[in-house]
């Protein structure tokens, strides 16, 4: 299959990495059955992993894994990508997904969400981390949004 | 613990759909507990995330 990303915007997010700071763990779900995007999916993820040394990317299948699928609440979700904090060998979970190919305009959010989780801050004011933090129910935030 | 997903619409249409969603993005927060069309400044969101939680 050709390359997906062109040149010049490998380049771009090359350079961009250069900015990563610790391990990212993407960790994405696809599935044998039914998937659409879940090929493309992966080829782009591999694309994006490829560009630095400190995104450490892995493959899962939705079905064959399902109780993994099921920790990370994306069972039925293919193609579906866990961005996670990496340290020593250690996957944190930080609660964020993307489900389906994100490409055109959500190829922008993948590479933020990269940097963000790479740079280990969140970026929110110290008001809203104090509010999340007293949460004592879990919150679901599903973000619908389109290529272009 | 704070899932927050971002869902590409046209694949995930049936959940699209449940939602009725009509305009991107749009955040669903807690199965429609609370709402937030359009890319709203973290106030905003918030303030929506509050209201949903304390329904």
């Given at each position: ?6 040149q ?45 040394p ?5 493959v ?19 193609p ?41 801050d ?6 809203t ?5 007293s ?14 | ?55």
């Amino acid at each position: 299959m050709d390359k997906l990303l062109p040149q010049e915007i490998v380049e771009q997010v090359r350079q961009v990495f250069g900015q990563l700071q610790h391990p990212v763990a993407a960790l994405l779900f696809a599935s044998q059955q039914n998937c659409d995007y879940c090929a493309e999916t992966q080829q782009l993820l591999s694309e994006v992993a490829e560009l630095s040394p400190l995104i450490e990317m892995s493959v899962h299948d939705i079905e064959a894994e399902a109780d993994l699928a099921a920790h990370y609440n994306v069972t039925g979700k293919a193609p579906a990508i866990i961005l996670a904090a990496k340290d020593g060998g250690q996957i944190t979970d930080l609660g964020i997904r993307f489900l389906g190919l994100p490409s055109g305009h959500e190829f922008g959010t993948l590479v933020q969400d990269i940097l963000m989780i790479s740079g280990r801050d969140s970026g929110l004011t110290a008001a809203t981390r104090e509010y999340l933090k007293s949460l004592e129910k879990p919150l679901h935030l599903q973000v619908f949004v389109t290529p272009t | 613990m704070i899932l927050a997903e971002g869902v590409e619409a046209t694949e995930f249409s049936a959940l699209a759909n449940q939602y009725a969603i009509s305009g991107v993005p749009d955040t669903v927060i807690n199965n429609d507990a609370g709402r937030a069309l359009g890319a709203v400044p973290e106030a905003q969101l918030l303030a929506e995330v509050r209201r949903a939680v304390e329904k």
